[in-house]
Structures are given as structure tokens and as C-alpha cells.
């Protein structure tokens, strides 16, 4: 298995990003990883830091693409940054998948204009793979197209399926359309008209709309949304997900009896935090892309990196971009 | 104070709604209540109930409107409805502020078209006040108009600082517009244009965009949205307290030890309960009504429906539809 990363890519990056290819590098033993940055300064900071060089080849890219960037910037002005020469790579076939942790806009354009959708495809879709109470799901799209078409949602639901299927081992998983309440009716012109295509979708085992309260607490394996809608679910999810952090720190921490409470539920309250920690599932698969791209969460660390790899990987295992070929062919 | 109340309206009515209306006549002892219902089976519940009679008076209204009826039912097919009559009493003046914990959709029409919405303002708005970790914030339209304009938006801005000045007594408060980033220039062509038209509106103190991830912790006191996005924050958010409300039960209950934990931060787990519960805010005004109409929760049980009277009160009594009127004329 071959993965071609953006060095460069993320808050943290290049460090953690290279920590990270490091521990998936020990992870995996089948691994090779191509990373794709300013060849000097990645070697420099791999000595300063000591790690064992071996573990990936480094290509050369004298750019970087920032988030103040304009996502056509890949194409352009940046064709040689480090972004721009590992979507080449990919589109060459000189790897299996790619990770990058940088701007979004620009992952999606390079990964459409660079790499191409699969055919019959009209618009790729960030998905999010995202903890509930109840085990993952995926959400998407979540921001690659803040202005959707029906028939965008409606092949969605088909890759999320197929996502969830191929990649999460989830069996007949069940697919709900992001509403403002459960009746057909409900939504705007898009929702209740994408309900209708949902309805007659061949490829999923659609349960109706689903409402935002139910998302959290494990209502769907997958959560059709427009990208605006999507988006914002995401982050409130987020939002949610620290303050149930800091809630929990300050609970546990405020007095002498609150730290001997936390000594006595550190073991349930580890549990959760594994449980509803969005790191552990890697990065968001680019759905709709000929080959797999994974958008690494842009404040990653390396465990979260890492994850990210591993999440690349079990994309490229699974076969799952032929599956979406076969499923379109039904619509 | 006058405030009439639709007893049939929500999961838990009449019953929970009578005695809301009781514990807010004791709360308040110049608060006198009109309830709005099948006189005779009103009556024989609180017989039944052993509550004491005299807190409220009680006008007939033979019919019902439940959550399967279509809203513009209240202007004909049920216009002798508890909801209907009770919008029909609020109009003639004969109470100083409307709660129902009913049919959404039906509040909305009964409200626009029995009693009107304020000259000038071209669509009234829900806005719920939520909980934060930082004190309450106002977020609207949540659930009222699914399909917007940009000048819309403008008017909820308004409004929704109004409220917040008025009636929660917040100085100067921040306005945000939920968006799925930061910049200007993000988000689907109603934020953009939104986002104009609010940096340009002389009553209120626009902050900028804001993101889901930063509605939960505090980031603004007003926040600004579609009535589709906003309705999918707000039950997002009530599907994460929920989750939270799980979690800390299941994580403080499991053993023995961790029963003993639950000794040791019981004060500290009820605060966050009583700072994070939503019907300790009582219900969502609606806003841009010529008169004060409070929207209850539908799953209101009777301290929730006393706070949405509290709310109610505060809200008649702000003088805050007048000074709505004078910013209007501003623009």
C-alpha cells in the first residue's frame, strides 16, 4: 500500500504530520508513504527531532498552499506545491491513496481538477466520519458544496452507503436525510424534493428524514445533508464535543473531593472520551474522486494524522470507488 | 399582568400545563391567567388534581388543534380552537401576552394572521434562548421560515438584539450570522448577502460570521440564521445535552465507585443540569408579532411552562415591539 502525504498541509504540520507518517509507517508494515514537501527543511526538522528517517521518501516541492490561499491556487499559481505534486502522484498512479490536512477548497478543486471524479459522478462530497453514542457515522456533504442539487444529495446517500458498507463493515446501513422534522413535506425545495429521489434509490436503505437532535445520539449510519447545512452540524457537533471536555475538566478538578470523584470514574470517563473522540476515526474521506483522498482534519497531531493514514488505507483496500461505478450504473 | 394561555397546546397538556399556570400565579401574584380550553374537562381535571381553582380563569373553546393538524387550520376549520380563541383574546386586548406550547406551524399562521405582524417587518421570527457556557444566547429564525431573504435576516438581527437587550438585559449585545466560515465571502449566496446588509444595520453590534463550533460555547449573544439552518442548531444542540445528560448518568451510576463519585460532585453536576436545562429559559418568542407571543416548548412539563409564562411577563412588560417599531424606522 502506497499513500502519498502533504507534508505541509494543517496547523501542525510539517512536524506532526511527519510523527504521524512515522507512527503509521510502525503500524503498518506493508506501508510505503511519499511525502510530498520542501525537501531541505523536512530533513532538517526530521534530524532536529530525531526520527528515524527510513520510514518514508521524501519528494521534493518547493510550494506551500496556506489557508489564506484561494483554493484555485493548486492548479495556478501553486502547481508545484507540495498539495499540487502529491494530487500528480496520485493521479500517476505512483500511490494508492492521499492525506493532506491542509485547505480544504484547495483538496477539493486539486482532487477535481487534478485527479477527475469518477464518471458520472457531479459532485464530489466531504464526508465526515463522526462518533455518536451509538458508534460512528458518516455525515456528508460537510463543505464542498455549500449549494446542492437534488440529485447531488441523491448521490450522496449512494457513496455514504457504499462508504460505510466497504469501509466500517456496517451491514445495510441506514441512510437519513438531514430535515427540519420527518414528514415528507418538511424542508426546503431541496430536502423535499432529494426525499423523493432518496425514496427511489436502488442503492440504500433510506429511513426518511432525520432530525438534527437525533443525529448525536446514533439515529443513521449516514447523514445526507447539502454541504452548508452539513457544515454546520459538524461544527456544532464539535462545539459540543469540547464543551462536554471542559465541562468534564472542570468538574473533576475543582476541589479535593472532585479529584478524588475523578480518581474513582477516570476509567468510564476515558471510555467516552475514546468513544467521542473524532481523532480516533481518522480524517474525511473526498467521496466521488477516482481515487481516495482523505482531508485530514486541519488541527491534527500525529495520533490524529496517523488515523487519517490508516483511514486512507482501509479506502484503498476496499474497492469501494468500482462499487460506486456499479451502483451508478443501476440509477 | 394578563397573559392567556392555550391549555391543550404540547405532549403533556392540559394536565402539566394547569399546574404551570399554578406555580406562575404563585411565583407572581399580579399575574392573572385566561386558560383557553374545554371548560368542562378543565374543570374535572383539576378537580381530579386537588388544584386549587381561583388561580386562573377559565373561557371555553370547544375544539382542538393537534400536532397532525395543517397550521392554517386555526383560521377556519378550527378557528373555535383553544389556540384560535386564545389569539382572538390576545388581538381585543383582552390579555398582554399569548403562550401556547402547541402546533408550531400554527402559532405561526394564528399569530400573523389573527393578530398581525408588527408594520413593516416582512416575516416574524422563532427565536430560541439557549443555554451556552457562557450564559444564554438568542438564536433566530430556528424553525419559522425555512426558505429566506437576506433583508429577513436583517430584521431577526434586529430583533433578536432587541430581545436580548430588553428582555435579558445584556448590554450592546454581539451579533453573529451562522456560517459555515468565518470570511465575508463564505457561505451560500443568502449568507453573503446577508452578511451585507448586517454590517451596514445601525442598531445592532455585528461581530461577523460565526461557526456552529462556536454557537455552544459563547460566541455571540445573538446569533442570525435561516429558519433551516437554525432549527438544525438548535436540535442538534438539544440532541447533544441529551447525550450529555446520558452520559454523566451512565458514567455516575455504573458501580459502586462510581456511585461514590457521584456523592462527591453532586453539586457540581447539578449546577451544570440547571445551567445547561432549556426550560430553565423558559420558551421561544416569536418575534415580529404586534404582541407578545411565546412559543413553549412542545414536551413542556409545568416548571418549563411556568418559566414560558415568567418569559412572557418580562417580555409584555419590556416595551421591546415599540422599540422594535423606532429601529425599523431607522433603517
Given at each position: 500500500?502506497?499513500?502519498?502525504?502533504?507534508?505541509?498541509?494543517?496547523?501542525?504540520?510539517?512536524?506532526?504530520?511527519?510523527?504521524?507518517?512515522?507512527?503509521?509507517?510502525?503500524?503498518?508494515?506493508?506501508?510505503?508513504?511519499?511525502?510530498?514537501?520542501?525537501?531541505?527543511?523536512?530533513?532538517?526538522?526530521?534530524?532536529?527531532?530525531?526520527?528515524?528517517?527510513?520510514?518514508?521518501?521524501?519528494?521534493?516541492?518547493?510550494?506551500?498552499?496556506?489557508?489564506?490561499?484561494?483554493?484555485?491556487?493548486?492548479?495556478?499559481?501553486?502547481?508545484y506545491s507540495s498539495m499540487a505534486v502529491a494530487f500528480k502522484l496520485l493521479k500517476e498512479d505512483k500511490a494508492d491513496a492521499f492525506v493532506s490536512a491542509g485547505n480544504s477548497g484547495a483538496v477539493l478543486v486539486g482532487a477535481t481538477l487534478l485527479v477527475k471524479r469518477i464518471r458520472g459522478i457531479k459532485r464530489a462530497a466531504l464526508g465526515a466520519v463522526m462518533p455518536s453514542t451509538d458508534g460512528p457515522y458518516i455525515m456528508l456533504d460537510c463543505g464542498a458544496n455549500v449549494e446542492c442539487k437534488p440529485e447531488y444529495l441523491d448521490q450522496?446517500?449512494?457513496?455514504?452507503?457504499?462508504?460505510?458498507?466497504?469501509?466500517?463493515?456496517?451491514?445495510?446501513?441506514?441512510?437519513?436525510?438531514?430535515?427540519?422534522?420527518?414528514?415528507?413535506?418538511?424542508?426546503?425545495?431541496?430536502?423535499q424534493q432529494a426525499h423523493q429521489l432518496l425514496k427511489?434509490?436502488?442503492?440504500?436503505?433510506?429511513?426518511?428524514?432525520?432530525?438534527?437532535?437525533?443525529?448525536?445520539?446514533g439515529g443513521c449510519d449516514v447523514v445526507v445533508a447539502d454541504g452548508f447545512s452539513g457544515n454546520i452540524t459538524l461544527k456544532v457537533s464539535e462545539g459540543w464535543g469540547k464543551l462536554i471536555s471542559k465541562v468534564l475538566r472542570d468538574m473533576l478538578t475543582k476541589n479535593l473531593k472532585s479529584k478524588l470523584a475523578a480518581l474513582l470514574i477516570m476509567?468510564?470517563?476515558?471510555?467516552?472520551?475514546?468513544?467521542?473522540?473524532?481523532?480516533?476515526?481518522?480524517?474525511?474521506?473526498?467521496?466521488?474522486?477516482?481515487?481516495?483522498?482523505?482531508?485530514?482534519?486541519?488541527?491534527?497531531?500525529?495520533?490524529?494524522?496517523?488515523?487519517?493514514?490508516?483511514?486512507?488505507?482501509?479506502?484503498a483496500e476496499s474497492g469501494?470507488?468500482?462499487?460506486?461505478?456499479?451502483?451508478?450504473a443501476k440509477e
Open positions: 500500500m502506497r499513500i502519498v502525504v502533504d507534508a505541509h498541509g494543517g496547523d501542525n504540520a510539517p512536524l506532526e504530520i511527519i510523527k504521524g507518517c512515522c507512527l503509521a509507517a510502525e503500524e503498518n508494515k506493508d506501508l510505503s508513504i511519499l511525502l510530498v514537501g520542501r525537501k531541505n527543511e523536512l530533513q532538517q526538522i526530521i534530524a532536529e527531532n530525531g526520527i528515524p528517517g527510513n520510514r518514508f521518501e521524501i519528494v521534493d516541492a518547493p510550494d506551500v498552499i496556506t489557508m489564506e490561499d484561494e483554493p484555485t491556487s493548486v492548479l495556478k499559481e501553486k502547481q450522496f446517500a449512494t457513496m455514504g452507503s457504499i462508504y460505510m458498507k466497504s469501509c466500517l463493515k456496517i451491514e445495510n446501513p441506514r441512510v437519513g436525510l438531514l430535515n427540519n422534522g420527518t414528514e415528507e413535506c418538511k424542508g426546503p425545495d431541496l430536502q427511489n434509490n436502488p442503492n440504500i436503505n433510506f429511513i426518511g428524514n432525520i432530525e438534527g437532535r437525533d443525529v448525536p445520539l476509567s468510564q470517563v476515558n471510555d467516552f472520551r475514546k468513544k467521542m473522540d473524532y481523532k480516533e476515526y481518522g480524517g474525511a474521506p473526498l467521496l466521488g474522486i477516482s481515487k481516495p483522498v482523505i482531508k485530514a482534519h486541519g488541527s491534527s497531531d500525529a495520533k490524529a494524522f496517523k488515523n487519517a493514514i490508516r483511514q486512507a488505507c482501509v479506502f469501494m470507488i468500482r462499487e460506486i461505478e456499479e451502483a451508478l
